[in-house]
Structure formats: structure tokens, C-alpha cells
């Protein structure tokens, strides 16, 4: 069955790091999102893309953050500098858009900042 | 604004029991609700999907029901298994261009051998 990968699993960085969390899509898929769940909390949506540009964000979103698609089959998010807040399990998911078959969700990036 | 809540948030079971999850979401403007499993520090499994012109889907021993006019859905687990052991997300796709899901918190299940 087809997967969202999603590397590395964990990572520790220091504060005001800056970390690029990548994922790789279902190969048909034409959207990407990410996600992320604080410990303990929700999952929470932070971002949509599509056809190589943002389509929603969330107000989590802000200037710190930024996604990119640099080939045809990597989806990253990159965060500038990191802060202690941002420690969370950052989720990669995809679709095909057509309301049919829903999300899928990779395993996961556990972000760890010292 | 879409608030989707789960009940209980967790539940402790004897091995084959038949048992009931709750998830209820405040704006009934939804395009589907996808059930999920989480094992702790993992990833999402999706269960079940049900478009918002359905009333349930079944997989296995798993059957997921909506009603979507008073804002609810159930999964329902039959003869649970201590390999059910996870927490359980109920997420909505929202109405409205939106592609965002909601989930709630979840509920934590514990089947006891």
C-alpha cells in the first residue's frame, strides 16, 4: 500500500536553529499538507500546498515557516529559528484531491528544541 | 468556527468486549469525517472515511457511523482485542473551500488482556 515517508524521525536542534523536516509524497498526490501535535495536545493544521504554492495556512503559519516541493517527489517544511514552542510531531499527509479517498499521514518527525 | 470533541478521552476494556467512541463537531457544513489510530509516538492510521452523503462504513471489525444534521459520529469496535490498544482521532473536513482537517483530542483506548 502506498506511504508518506517522512525523515527523520526525531531530531534535536538547539534553539534558533534552523531545521528542514522532509516527506515524501504518495506519488500521484497533488496535495501536501503538514501538520503538527504538540504533546498532549491536537493535531493541529498548519499548511496546504498545491500546484507548487501555498493554497491555506494557518495563523500558527507565520514568517518563520515556509514549505517547498525543490523536485517532483519531496515536500519540505523548513523552520528559520527554531524556538522551545516549536517542539512537536510534525506530520507530512497527501491526497488526490478528490474528496474520495481522504488523507493519508506519514509516521511522523518528532522535533525536539534545547 | 469547526470544534470537533471526543468522548470518552480514554477507556479501559476487558479483552472482547464491543465497545462505542464518541465524536461530536459543532457546524454540520462538513464535506467527510475520517477516523483515525494513533499508537503512542507514532504516526496517523486512517480507519475509516465517510463522505457526508453516507450514514457508515465498515472495515472489519470496525464500523464508523455519521450523523451529520446533529453533528455526531460513532466507532463502533467489535470483540476489541489488547491490539487495539491506541488512541483514536475523529477528524472533519470542513465545508467551504477548506482543505484543512479539524480533529479532535481523542480517546485513549486500553483493551486489557
Known amino acids: 500500500e502506498p506511504e508518506v515517508t517522512q525523515t527523520p524521525s526525531h531530531q534535536v536542534t538547539q534553539m534558533g536553529q534552523e531545521v528542514i523536516l522532509r516527506c515524501v509524497p504518495i506519488s500521484n498526490h497533488l496535495y501536501f499538507y503538514w501538520y503538527r501535535q504538540i504533546l498532549g495536545q491536537k493535531v493541529e493544521f498548519l499548511v496546504s500546498f498545491y500546484n507548487n504554492e501555498i493554497s491555506e495556512k494557518s495563523e500558527i503559519f507565520d514568517d518563520q515557516f515556509s514549505v517547498e516541493r525543490p523536485d517532483g517527489s519531496n515536500f519540505t517544511l523548513k523552520i528559520r529559528s527554531t524556538k522551545l514552542e516549536d517542539s512537536a510531531m510534525y506530520f507530512c499527509?497527501?491526497?488526490?484531491?478528490?474528496?474520495?479517498?481522504?488523507?493519508?499521514f506519514g509516521s511522523g518527525t518528532r522535533l525536539t528544541v534545547v | 468556527k469547526q470544534e470537533v470533541t471526543q468522548i470518552p478521552a480514554a477507556l479501559s476494556v476487558p479483552e472482547g468486549e464491543n465497545l462505542v467512541l464518541n465524536c461530536s463537531f459543532t457546524?454540520?457544513?462538513?464535506?467527510?469525517l475520517q477516523w483515525f489510530r494513533q499508537d503512542p509516538g507514532k504516526g496517523l492510521t486512517s480507519l475509516l472515511l465517510?463522505?457526508?452523503?453516507?450514514r457508515e462504513q465498515t472495515s472489519g471489525r470496525l464500523n464508523a457511523s455519521l450523523d451529520k444534521s446533529s453533528g455526531r459520529s460513532t466507532l463502533y469496535i467489535a470483540a476489541s482485542q489488547p491490539g487495539d490498544s491506541a488512541t483514536y482521532l475523529c477528524?472533519?473536513?470542513?465545508?467551504?473551500?477548506?482543505?484543512?482537517?479539524?480533529f479532535g483530542k481523542g480517546t485513549k483506548l486500553t483493551v486489557n488482556p
Open positions: 477528524a472533519v473536513r470542513p465545508q467551504g473551500g477548506s482543505e484543512k482537517l479539524v
Open positions: 499527509a497527501s491526497s488526490d484531491g478528490t474528496n474520495a479517498y481522504g488523507y493519508t
Open positions: 465517510i463522505q457526508s452523503s453516507q
Open positions: 457546524d454540520s457544513a462538513i464535506y467527510n
